[in-house]
């Protein structure tokens, strides 16, 4: 059974960090596409950034240059560090893993999905 635990989401300031990681159990981290979503109140999901099985990372052109994806093979878990945070970065932030065609923020064609970590950005 495949389980993606997300943590490190909080309420900060505008300009501010936080560094988002996802804990997988049961599904192997580096054999894989995984990526992160969001999802503001009242807005559909967003893709954020995906990285592929070779290392390959794809981000949202809202992000770039500020946001980072990477992952750690041994502890088999997916991280987002997040600077110059702004207020439209508030949502629910969530991990996937296994993509299914694609690697890339605009599909989310992902088999398996995490609860999600919110994160508030104040100005």
Do not use: H
Not at 16 to 26: D, H, N, Q, Y
Not at 89 to 116: E, H, I, L, V
């Amino acid at each position: 059974q495949v389980q993606l635990v997300e943590s490190g989401g909080g309420s900060v300031q505008a300009g501010g960090s936080l560094r988002l990681s996802c804990a997988a159990s049961g599904y192997t981290a580096r054999r894989g596409c995984m990526g992160w979503f969001r999802q503001a109140p009242w807005k559909g999901r967003e893709g954020v950034a995906t990285i592929g099985s070779g290392g390959i990372t794809s981000y949202a052109d809202s992000v770039k240059g500020r946001f980072t994806i990477s992952r750690d093979n041994a502890k088999n878990t997916l991280y987002l560090q997040m600077n110059s945070l702004k207020p439209e970065d508030t949502a629910m932030y969530y991990c996937a893993a296994d993509a299914t065609y694609a690697c890339y923020p605009r599909f989310s064609n992902f088999r398996y999905w995490g609860q999600g970590t919110q994160v508030t950005v104040s100005s």
